[in-house]
């Protein structure tokens, strides 16, 4: 894409913008009626209210946690009074606090040494290289390395146990990949998990093997629960101080609410605690896990108790996650009607000994779930697996879906095709994308899905177009929670390392900053409280420094998040001392300042706490 056509989105968002300003100047008369002074007024930048209307005002004051007046800044300033906390956004853009809607906040902090290592490396030298580094700071002679971010899509191969075996010594060593789709183990790990040759994978997993029939160490989908098994699980007190570490990084981009997709009972209790102290930071909305079977899902529901003494606003339980695929990328693991390029294909991973059987127990897990009246977010990344994802949503919704109103979701929805999309729409059904994963992918699976098909990935005109609420969402840990990023990879379409991966499916600037903010706010059943900057809602902001609007939609990534605000109390300013800058995430995904940068591009990661 050129510069020109930048600039003409540029002038369209801002001609959007432009017609939206008239009628918010005024202070609403009913903030005046509040007879109070505000706890913060925010000024001097512009402020994008992003409802539907895409208003903008000069300022905009918060008290009591929500939003008492949004205008002009001569309005404003009648609210403030002698212990009103003033924020200058320095001429930079003001808008909610971000939602980003997938992220696997329990297992953030857990990224850092000495509980994983990156090896997210250009060689397989290189990668060995890292795990001897980890065996020699090991504080006891035989402790499991954990490691996560190869790609296989980068390196020549995945590592194996004879590459990891001449470093590793009495250590067992297990390597997540760039997706959790797949791990790389030392043959101690093969030993401890019992894997050999005449070992079977279970439903949709595989065991990858060397010309002689022997395990390679490396494991795909649901073959990895084989050796997550024996791998000792983080200590509660270590997942609690990740989900610490986990919100100050999601401070420092803007982000105030998030849904934790495929948490386990204990993680709940874990949130539950911190929103009772009031320490959990930004608000979140939990999906339980849901299992590969039905059996799995109804043990979960019967040990499943609603939080209580809990504010609904900073957690709620919303539903449950299914897992039905893998995903589209080297691996190929996703379920597809037309196979890879190659001729091979995925395949669902729910349980089963027939496809039949397979799609039979995905649907009777959506029906559980449903009847006990949680919504359903299913991860789907291939076309084939999606069709039978929201087959099985029509099925379990019935005639009464409108009065239910539960909103389920696709997650991922890579590769659904525009017949689903309309049916998606009609039933309002949505999609939870992820454009900063198509900026980390770009055209490298060209080989493995061919051009168009990796055009078409992440379909996101083509669903807003025909009626689809899109969400957007980073799916931390796998890439950086950088909204910024995801913009600016939902307008331009261009991949970490070149070339325009679908042209036709670019969206408009305030698009893309819907999906990270209104629409999310709709799929969490709140849009009545969050996702705006209107009068009433919650005082959640993120403030930029520098014109989100105006700038050339390459640069939105170098723009820094300034200041945080969490019902109407400042969580985070930029700083020397707390800066964790965009572009350098961006553009050398770094990894030793934040977990963040780990660059990873799916979802195991619920599982990955435990392990």
Request: glycine share 12%.
């Amino acid at each position: 894409m050129g510069k020109e056509w930048d600039r003409r989105q540029v002038l369209r968002a801002a001609a959007v913008a432009a017609a939206g300003t008239a009628g918010i100047g005024a202070l609403p008369p009913a903030a005046s009626a509040h007879g109070r002074d505000a706890d913060l007024v925010i000024h001097n930048g512009q402020i994008l209210v992003l409802d539907h209307a895409f208003r903008r005002a000069e300022a905009v004051a918060i008290g009591g946690g929500r939003v008492l007046a949004v205008g002009r800044a001569r309005d404003v300033r009648r609210l403030i009074g002698r212990r009103t906390q003033v924020l200058d956004a320095a001429g930079g853009t003001v808008l909610p606090g971000v939602n980003d809607s997938h992220v696997h906040l329990n297992a953030l902090g857990l990224n850092f040494p000495p509980f994983s290592y990156n090896v997210d490396t250009a060689t397989i030298d290189e990668l060995v290289a890292v795990v001897r580094s980890a065996v020699e700071a090991a504080s006891t002679p035989d402790g499991w390395i954990r490691g996560q971010g190869w790609n296989d899509n980068r390196l020549p191969r995945p590592p194996r146990r004879t590459d990891l075996d001449p470093v590793s010594g009495d250590h067992p060593v297990v390597l997540t990949d760039f997706s959790f789709h797949a791990m790389s183990v030392n043959s101690a790990a093969l030993r401890l998990a019992g894997i050999t040759r005449d070992t079977v994978p279970p439903p949709g997993g595989v065991i990858e093997k060397d010309a002689d029939g022997e395990p390679t160490g490396v494991l795909r989908e649901t073959a990895q629960g084989l050796v997550r098994a024996v791998v000792p699980a983080f200590t509660p007190a270590e997942v609690a101080r990740s989900i610490d570490v986990g919100v100050s990084l999601l401070h420092a981009q803007g982000v105030t609410s998030v849904t934790d997709p495929g948490i386990g009972l204990a993680t709940l209790g874990l949130y539950a605690d911190k929103a009772r102290a009031g320490a959990l930071g930004v608000r979140v909305n939990a999906l339980l896990s849901g299992g590969t079977a039905p059996r799995h899902l109804r043990e979960i529901l019967a040990g499943y108790h609603p939080p209580h003494g809990i504010d609904p606003k900073v957690l709620r339980v919303a539903g449950v996650k299914l897992f039905a695929d893998g995903i589209p990328t080297a691996a190929k693991t996703a379920w597809l009607h037309e196979p890879y390029l190659d001729g091979t294909n995925g395949s669902l991973v729910i349980d089963g000994a027939t496809v039949g059987e397979q799609v039979a127990n995905l649907h009777e897990m959506i029906r559980i779930a449903v009847r006990a009246g949680f919504q359903v977010g299913t991860h789907a990344t291939g076309d084939a697996t999606i069709d039978a994802v929201v087959a099985g949503y029509l099925k379990a919704m019935g005639r009464d879906w409108r009065r239910a109103d539960l909103r389920h979701y696709v997650i991922h929805a890579d590769l659904a095709s525009r017949a689903t999309l309309r049916t998606m729409a009609r039933h309002d059904i949505g999609a939870n994308m992820n454009a900063t994963i198509k900026y980390l992918l770009g055209r490298t699976l060209d080989p493995v899905l061919g051009p168009a098909r990796t055009d078409y990935q992440w379909p996101y005109r083509s669903a807003l177009d025909l009626g689809v609420r899109v969400t957007s969402a980073s799916d931390a840990p796998v890439t950086l929670p950088n909204w910024l990023q995801g913009v600016m990879a939902a307008v331009l379409r261009e991949g970490m390392f070149g070339g325009v991966a679908g042209e036709a499916e670019r969206i408009t600037l305030p698009q893309a900053l819907a999906t990270y903010t209104r629409t999310p706010a709709w799929q969490d059943h709140a849009a009545g409280w969050k996702g705006t900057l209107a009068q009433g809602m919650v005082g959640d902001v993120c403030v930029v420094g520098g014109d989100v609007l105006g700038v050339d939609p390459h640069d939105l990534v170098d723009l820094p998040v300034t200041a945080t605000v969490v019902g109407g109390r400042v969580v985070y300013e930029r700083t020397p001392a707390t800066t964790v800058t965009a572009s350098a995430a961006a553009h050398g995904h770094e990894r030793g300042l934040a977990c963040l940068r780990e660059g990873k591009c799916c979802c195991r990661l619920a599982e990955e706490t435990r392990s």
